[in-house]
């Protein structure tokens, strides 16, 4: 069985509040914690306001005025001497760095390791130099943590993180060792205490306040790797209830989510005027593993390769046309690769709420152009789609609840902007009211305001 024939939300180790705390009434917030959505693919992290400040919660500014940054660390490693530590870059930095070619290891993902084995292993990241991989999560954690504190003007030393319902599906073991990793990770940058919440209660908890009485809501986080749904009980009466494991009624999800459409409009749309599905001279296909190559964020670099470069370049007389192959080769000679899966993105939320765009290929040829409307990215992404709605109805089974049952569906996570995912998961739920949340930072948000709830009282 996997995360899928679960119902409930699994009995964890009791971090998600500390003992004897007795249920609060919304005090001032304690000066020195903060809440963290450590996300697999981007993170956040919020400040609980004091009711001198106004009350709520802040959310940290992490890149310029981004509220969200990229769970990402790139260890640089080009000429450093022997004696000398990697360069750490985080986030849209580390991404960037890893583009730019420079020598060392770009870690995304880290969220992934925890509960698995490689958790108190190391990895290589260059020049012989090798680092653990719960040390890269703490890197990550203390640089978030650097920046709240220098925000707030003041030391943070309590945390809440969120925690998915599963870290690990069909493993109590190793879903509780993944959440102990994650609290030592946070200890070891020097929160004294840490605390955990439920991501899909994190994300219900604005909805919760508007409300004014229980209700099923179906919680649907669609991110850049994965799309989760939760059916979580709220209600005014609950929401005074710092323990909300038995609110979580059921829990499902699949890894298919925001890279996955990406990949599938650069295919459809971008790469066919490199050459992917075109016909060779004698009418056979041309190999297609370079497309499919060049559509994986962590696989375009391989294509850089000389050797690889080379093994292209002596596959012109395969193309019938060969301004297919120019372009090809302009893609993989000028590294533009990963601008173009940019470009794909970007494609697809000009077109999430309807009408057409032009994508500029003008770096592969001069006035090349190629058009994406709403129809053809429905149709290149249907089957994801289906996909992900069917597995808000296996939630709904393992809960064992009719569609009838559930009050509102609360969308948040960045590719539930996609109108064409968003209908398609509230048709199959015709009676609930359908609320957005903040698709970037509502699950930070609510951890926020789990943490005032939590230690306002002890502050």
């Known amino acids: 069985m996997g995360r899928a024939a679960r119902a409930r939300a699994p009995r964890i180790a009791p971090l998600s509040h500390p003992p004897g705390l007795a249920e609060p009434t919304m005090p001032a917030a304690a000066p020195d914690v903060c809440a963290i959505d450590f996300g697999t693919s981007n993170s956040a992290i919020a400040l609980p306001l004091a009711d001198a400040d106004g009350g709520g919660v802040r959310l940290v500014a992490l890149e310029g005025t981004q509220r969200t940054m990229p769970t990402a660390v790139f260890y640089a490693v080009e000429g450093l001497a022997p004696h000398e530590e990697p360069q750490r870059h985080y986030g849209r930095a580390a991404v960037a760095a890893y583009v730019e070619g420079i020598e060392g290891r770009l870690m995304r993902s880290m969220k992934s390791i925890l509960g698995s084995t490689l958790a108190t292993q190391a990895t290589e990241v260059g020049a012989g130099r090798q680092v653990q991989y719960l040390d890269m999560v703490g890197a990550y954690l203390r640089h978030l943590r650097g920046m709240a504190e220098a925000e707030a003007g003041h030391a943070l030393t309590r945390a809440v ?48 306040s508007t409300i004014d009485r229980e209700q099923v809501v179906l919680v649907a986080d669609i991110g850049g790797g994965t799309s989760d749904f939760s059916l979580v009980r709220v209600g005014p009466q609950r929401s005074r209830r710092l323990d909300r494991q038995s609110d979580i009624l059921g829990n499902h999800g699949v890894h298919i989510a925001g890279t996955d459409f990406d990949r599938h409009i650069e295919l ?15 009418g056979r296909e041309v190999p297609s593993r370079v497309y499919f190559d060049l559509a994986t964020w962590h696989l375009i670099n391989t294509v850089y390769a000389p050797g690889r470069v080379a093994e292209l370049a002596r596959m012109k007389s395969f193309y019938a046309d060969t301004r297919q192959h120019a372009r090809l080769m302009a893609v993989v000679t000028e590294r533009l690769g990963h601008a173009l899966i940019g470009q794909a993105e970007a494609a697809k939320i000009a077109v999430a709420d309807g009408g057409r765009t032009d994508v500029d290929l003008d770096a592969l040829e001069p006035g090349l152009v190629a058009a994406l409307d709403s129809a053809q990215a429905l149709a290149a992404l249907d089957a994801d ?19 009838g049952q559930v009050d509102a569906l609360y969308f948040t996570g960045g590719s539930t902007g996609l109108k064409p995912l968003a209908e398609r998961i509230a048709a199959r739920f015709p009676q609930a009211t359908a609320m957005r949340g903040d698709r970037f930072a509502s699950v930070a948000q609510g951890l926020g305001i789990h943490a005032r709830r939590l230690y306002g009282a002890r502050g």
Do not use: K
């Open 161 to 208: 993180l969120g925690r998915p319902v599963f870290f690990v599906d069909d493993d109590p073991e190793r879903d509780a060792a993944a959440q102990a990793a994650l609290a030592e990770a946070a200890h070891a940058v020097g929160f004294r205490e840490v605390s955990f919440q439920y991501e899909p209660i994190a994300a219900a908890l604005d909805y919760e």
């Open 385 to 403: 789609i289906e996909r992900i709605a069917a597995a808000a109805d296996e939630t709904l089974a393992q809960a064992g609840l009719e569609r």
């Open 268 to 282: 459809a749309r971008i790469l066919p005027a490199c050459g992917y599905r075109a016909l060779g001279p004698t």
